[in-house]
Structures are given as C-alpha cells and as structure tokens.
C-alpha cells in the first residue's frame, strides 16, 4: 500500500527548512539551506525549490498529496503572496504560483506562527485537543489558536496577535507603536532591556559582571538569587502571564502551549503563567485548562507546515 506525504517548508530569515512528511508528523527526508536574502528574490525561489527537488529524490511524488509553506508575515494568505518581510527579500512577492506550476500539486502558505500553532496541534503537545492556544515568548511574543478544531485566522489572517495586547497603562513603548504592549514588557526582548538599564545603573546587582546583557543573563543571575535579576524576571514573567489569563478568559481552551526561547528558562515561566491564569481567570474555565511546554522545538515550523498542507486538504 502506498503512504500518503505533504511537503513542509520552513522559510525564515536565515534558513530554509524543506521536509517530505507523513501524515502522522514523521519526517521521511529534509534539507537545510541558508536563506541568503540579501541575494535577492529570484535566488531566494530557486534556493527554495533546489530544497524540494533534494527532499524529493528518494520519494514517489505521486504519493505527495500537498505542498505547505510557513512564512515570515505579513502575508495575504488567500492569494499566496508574501506582502513584504523585514528578513526576506519578497515584496508582494506570489510564492505559491511557482511551486503550484512546478508540481501540480496544492499549495498552502500561512504565517510562522499560525503554522506553529498547527504543528503543535497535530504533532505535539496540542495532539488530541479540540480548542488549543499557542503561545511563543522569544525576542517577541506571538500566537495562535486552534478552535472547534480549527486554525482561526481572523479577516486578515493576523488573528491572536498576543504580544500586542495592552497589559499596562501608560506601559513602555512598543514596536508596534503602542504604549503598554505585553511584548514591551514580557518579552526575551523586554527582559534584556530592563537588565542592562538595571546593570548601568547605581543598583547593586551581579549583572554588572557581565559586558554584555541579554535575557540569558538575567535568568542565570535571578536563578543564583541576585535580586534585582529575580525582580526584573517575576515582572516580565507576570506580564506574560496576564496576556495568557486574558487568553484563557476569552477562548477557554482545553491547553495552552508555551514555546519560544523564554521558555529554556526552565520551571519558573510555567509556575508563573500558572499563577496568573490561577488568580485571574474565571474558575470554570482555568480549572479546566492545562499549561504545557512546546514539544516541536526547531521543527516546529517545517512540521506546521506539513501540518497545515494536510488541514487544507482533509
Ligand atoms: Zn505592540
């Protein structure tokens, strides 16, 4: 009998990861390849269609049922066409038309994260699950839900956009333009600021020890107990955890699923996030709501795609 498979491919900034994947998430073959933007739209197309021929070789393509590509946004997801990207080199850009005419096969693109979301949901820690919100904190914070089932993307596909909910009055600047954005003050990003703003300071803390301060840092320094360190990460960690308690109040899903490099910080951002939905949402719905870790790592995006190739096509 022969196995169904769909392509996933995984377009970033400094990477192209293209997978030939089965329907259960395995991944059959891959290729890598740096992305290269600066070389310009038509190499960046090529480069990407090089990887899918690699990740083609050993496999029939008459049983590769679909094509998914998870892109950097904004993006006009109807049409295929990537809007423009800070780390791309696509400007209104038809990234499906190519693969479509090259492979006669389906072909899907959603946002990075919204992809994510999906991989989650069908391969990882979201497996099983009917309402899930994902949620990823690194340098920014972003998100997506699957509800009913179902990926909702909102009118313009840029739905569940967490990190620019405002959590605090009058709060930091955002990039975004908004003042108060939990991404201003919950980020990987907002943690770094406030620690070397705290290590330049007159304050008396063992960031001063380090020439150069990013997140890391202040995670290692809170956990040997500096205190300045665990002020600065029990705030940020107390903002991320309100944008998900309003999360929560308002989707009331079965499991929230936290990923992104925040969370290499260990124990203390799930205790946190717990805390806040535990104090803040409606009980019905946060007694009936698991926090759990991101299972899908650096996969994540080329497995969402898979998975979003094999939602479109169901
Ligand atoms: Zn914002």
Do not use: W
């Not at 956009?161 to 108060?180: L, Q, S, W, Y």
């Not at 799930?270 to 759990?292: G, M, P, T, Y």
Request: aromatic share 4%.
């Amino acid at each position: 009998m022969s196995k169904d498979y769909v392509i996933g491919i995984d377009l970033g900034g400094t990477k192209i990861y293209t997978a030939v994947v089965d329907l259960e998430g395995n991944i059959i073959s891959e290729e890598t390849v740096a992305t290269n933007a600066a070389e310009g739209e038509q190499a960046v197309l090529n480069r990407i269609l090089g990887t899918v021929e690699t990740v083609l070789k050993n496999v029939d393509i008459s049983n590769v049922k679909a094509i998914g590509i998870g892109s950097p946004g904004p993006l006009d997801v109807k049409n295929g066409i990537i809007v423009n990207s800070a780390n791309l080199p696509f400007k209104n850009f038809n990234i499906v038309q190519p693969l479509k005419e090259k492979y006669k096969l389906p072909t899907f693109l959603d946002n990075d994260a919204n992809v994510a979301t999906l991989g989650e949901f069908m391969f990882g820690a979201g497996k099983g699950t009917e309402n899930m919100v994902f949620v990823t904190a690194s340098t920014g914070i972003g998100g997506g839900a699957v509800l009913n089932g179902k990926l909702y993307r909102g009118n313009t596909a840029n739905a569940l956009e967490i990190g620019h909910m405002t959590v605090m009055v009058d709060g930091p600047r955002c990039g975004c333009g908004n003042a108060g954005c939990a991404e201003a003050l919950g980020s990987g990003t907002a943690i770094m600021k406030r620690g070397r703003d705290a290590a330049s300071s007159n304050a008396n803390t063992t960031l001063k020890n380090y020439s150069e301060v990013t997140s890391k840092e202040v995670f290692e320094e809170a956990a040997k107990g500096d205190r300045v360190s665990k002020e600065i990460v029990n705030t940020a960690l107390s903002y991320l955890g309100i944008a998900v308690a309003n999360i929560v109040n308002i989707f009331d899903p079965e499991k929230v699923v936290v990923g992104g490099g925040v969370t290499n910080a260990g124990q203390i951002v799930f205790d946190k996030i717990q805390e806040e939905v535990d104090n803040r949402c409606l009980k019905a719905i946060s007694e009936n709501c698991v926090i759990e870790k991101a299972v899908l790592g650096g996969k994540a995006g080329v497995l969402g795609a898979a998975a979003l190739a094999i939602m479109e096509i169901k």
